[in-house]
């Protein structure tokens, strides 16, 4: 559906949405996505460092002990 737009279609789109809300409500949208993007790299990295730290946690301790090496 979307195949097709183009260069002079996505400026078309771009100056509909300009006039309808205006310059300063484009701008503070575009920071607010901004933002939103911005805080989900930071769960996605939040979650990560969660699953990291437990899989290093439940690693198993495989050094032998010391009666082992006597």
Do not use: H, Q, R, W
């Not at 771009?14 to 939103?36: H, I, Q, R, T, Y």
């Not at 989900?40 to 990295?45: P, Q």
């Amino acid at each position: 559906m979307f195949n097709n737009i183009g260069l002079p279609g996505l400026l078309l789109i771009a100056v509909v949405v300009l006039v309808l809300f205006g310059k300063g409500k484009v701008s503070s949208l575009m920071g607010e996505v901004g933002k939103g993007i911005t805080a989900f790299k930071k769960g996605v990295n939040d979650g990560t460092k969660e699953l990291d730290d437990a899989k290093a946690a439940e690693a198993k301790d495989v050094t032998p002990a010391e009666k082992d090496k006597a």
